[in-house]
Every structure is written in C-alpha cells, then in structure tokens.
C-alpha cells in the first residue's frame, strides 16, 4: 500500500521569501508523485507531476520539486513565493503500473501555505 | 480550455435521505472518479469508473454509494441513506487516458454536502 506523509500542517512565509513544502512518500513499488494545489473554494489543481527521467520537475507558477528516491521525497519549492500563493498543496502518489482502477491518487494530508506581507 | 463541472456546488439534506451528486467530465474523457474530502482532513479516493463499469473502490465506497454514466456525458455519485458523517466535499475528477499516457487528472470544484 502507498502512502504520502506532509509533515507540515501550516507553514507562514514572508511574501518574496524562498519555501519548501516537505513531502514524503512510502511504496513498495516504483511510483509516479504529483503536487495539486487547492485554492479556496475551488478544485484540485495539478501543479507539477514526476513520472519518469529528470528528476527535478518544473510547474506551473514558478515552482519545482526534486524526486529524490534515496530519501523517498518529493519537496515542493519555489524561490520567492507571491501572495497569491496562499492556498493548500496536497502531495500525491500514484502507482505506475495500470491497474483497473486506471491509476487512483493517494493524497497526503495537506500544507496550508500561508504568504504574508 | 475543457473543465470537469460539477453541480450543486452545495447540497443540503436531512439524514436518511438519498443524494444524488452531479459530474459532467471532460468530453474525450475515458477515465472517471470520485473522491471526496472531510473538513480538515486529506482527499481520499473513493471510486474509479472505465468502461462503464466500477475498476476499483475504496473501503468507504459501501453499498451505501453508488455511480452511474446515464447518458455519455454524466457521471453521478449517488448515496442512498445519507449519515452525518457523509458530509464532506466530493470531488469528480476524469482523464483521458492511463497516467502512464502523461495523461493529467482533472478535477471538478467540488459538492460541498451537509447532511443535518
């Protein structure tokens, strides 16, 4: 079974300040990763997702995050993040082997990022 | 460019009652799900549709719940005795093909369900 671990629950950040969103993962079969982001109201948006070759992943908005499998992580980054980063981000795992189920997500918990002034 | 639309973006019922949850996916979608999340708590799957049939489910996806493709374009997520603990936000999401295919999941906005 897979699961996604996001350590941090709320992490508040300076606006233009650099940010990390801490993502784990635990499979006992290779796996696909992706990072959503969920602003209020609104639906899961995919930001970036690692299935294959580079491991550092760009997105959309500026960020990228780094496949490390050594360390089973998927961190999420972003420079100098803006206010209107404020929103959940949701690590999720995937296997990538086609099942029936056509490839479910499991999500972690959540990171609220918080960008103040 | 294409969305997954949902509707009622809120849905109000009374415990016992049957709700039904509305999902138009992306036209040239082939793959559809829901999933759904509790207030404060992460996105879970519920059920994964292809083929016009159910391809996996989850452990909350009792025989209380039920999905449907009527007609080609929707895809409904029906429960048939609501408990309180049903309230949550639903998520439809569709793809067009297997991950695999670097083939994007789509999600809805969401039915925020109440159940009183």
């Known amino acids: 079974a897979q699961s996604v671990t996001q350590l941090d629950s709320q992490v508040p950040v300076f606006e233009e300040a650099p940010v990390e969103l801490r993502c784990n993962y635990s499979?006992?079969?290779?796996?696909?990763l992706f990072w959503y982001v969920q602003y209020p109201n609104q639906g899961l948006q995919l930001l970036l997702k690692?299935?294959?070759?580079?491991?550092l992943v760009k997105g959309i908005n500026g960020f990228e995050a780094e496949f490390n499998k050594s360390q089973t992580s998927f961190h999420l980054r972003k420079p100098s993040v803006h206010i209107s980063d404020t929103a959940e981000y949701f690590c999720?795992?995937?296997?990538?082997?086609?099942?029936?189920?056509?490839?479910?997500?499991?999500f972690g918990t959540g990171t609220q990022l918080k960008v103040e002034l | 460019e294409p969305e997954v639309t949902q509707t009622p973006s809120h849905q109000v019922t009374q415990m016992g009652q049957e709700v039904i949850l509305r999902c138009v996916p992306i036209?040239?979608?082939?793959?559809f799900y829901w999933y759904r999340q509790i207030l404060g708590q992460k996105v879970e799957f519920l059920v994964s549709?292809?083929?016009?049939?159910?391809?996996?489910k989850s452990e909350i996806f009792d025989d209380q719940f039920s999905v449907e493709r009527p007609d080609g374009s929707n895809f409904t997520l029906k429960i048939r005795s609501t408990k309180l603990e049903d309230s949550a936000m639903y998520f439809c999401?569709?793809?067009?093909?297997?991950?695999?295919?670097?083939?994007?999941?789509?999600f809805g906005n969401g039915t925020r369900l109440t159940v009183t």
């Open positions: 999401a569709s793809r067009a093909g297997p991950v695999h295919y670097n083939s994007p999941l789509h």
């Open positions: 499979s006992s079969v290779s796996v696909y």
């Open positions: 690692y299935l294959s070759g580079s491991t």
């Open positions: 999720a795992v995937s296997d990538p082997i086609l099942t029936g189920g056509g490839n479910k997500l499991t």
């Open positions: 036209s040239n979608h082939l793959y």
């Open positions: 549709f292809y083929n016009n049939e159910i391809s996996e």
